[in-house]
């Protein structure tokens, strides 16, 4: 697993039925529709998350974020941990 500071599209789309009017014949969704729509500013996220992010689509994503876990000792999609660690530790001070 990499870093990078980009955004994926890790949900799904909800569309008026007005979304017709960007596809045109033969065109990929996410391609020049989706261009046209930034482009008019109709088109935006409803929620960000910055953090961990990883596919679970195929058994190799499943290894690989496997691999992190075991090998690494991270699991960084469990975001609630430092902040337990950090109430426990609080309580015994």
């Not at 961990?52 to 499943?62: E, I």
């Not at 941990?81 to 309580?91: D, G, I, R, S």
Request: with cysteine; proline share 4%.
């Amino acid at each position: 697993m990499s870093r990078a500071d980009i955004w994926m599209n890790g949900g799904y789309f909800v569309f008026h039925n007005d979304i017709f009017k960007y596809i045109k014949k033969g065109e990929e969704l996410v391609e020049e529709p989706f261009q046209r729509l930034i482009e008019e500013k109709q088109l935006s996220p409803t929620s960000t998350r910055r953090g961990f992010w990883a596919c679970m689509d195929t058994f190799k994503d499943t290894a690989a974020i496997g691999t992190i876990c075991i090998s690494r000792g991270e699991a960084p999609w469990e975001v609630w941990k430092p902040a337990l660690n950090n109430q426990v530790e609080l309580m015994h001070a």
